[in-house]
């Protein structure tokens, strides 16, 4: 009786290993299947009106349309707003075409 208590046990044991063993094997199946699943992160630059967009209008558009410039009550260019209100209205005076593209993508995002 104490003989077959043993040799049950072993046989459970046994059973148990095998089914680890056998799952283990499955398990590194899947993962060596497994198709990467990194991909490369894009990098989502955002144009800033401050430090993009302001540094243009300054360079060309100074005075006039800066604090104490004629055309500061009506069109202030230290503003983003100014910018999405004329939009490719702006492109009458700037012609630059990478000015363009930036002034083009800051609109686009549609915010400040
Ligand atoms: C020497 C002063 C002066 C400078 C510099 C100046 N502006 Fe103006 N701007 C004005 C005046 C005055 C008006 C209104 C009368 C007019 O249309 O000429 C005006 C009007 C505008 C308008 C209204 C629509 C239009 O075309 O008339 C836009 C847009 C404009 N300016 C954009 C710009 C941009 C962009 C720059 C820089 C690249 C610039 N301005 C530089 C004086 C200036």
Sequence with gaps: MKLLLIY?????????????ESRSVVIIEEVGQAEP????????EL?????????ILLSRCQPCHFTGG????????DTA???HKLGEELFTRI????????IKAFIAQ???
Aim: glycine fraction near 2%.
């Design 110 to 112: 549609k915010i400040d």
């Design 37 to 44: 699943t990194v991909e490369p992160q894009k990098a989502v």
């Design 8 to 20: 049950s046990c072993l046989l459970l044991v046994g059973c148990a290993q095998f089914k680890k």
């Design 70 to 77: 004629k055309m500061y009550e009506k069109l202030p260019f």
């Design 47 to 55: 144009v800033s009106f401050e430090k993009d967009i302001e540094p």
């Design 81 to 83: 707003a100014t910018v």
């Design 95 to 102: 012609k630059d075409e990478k000015e363009q593209a930036l």
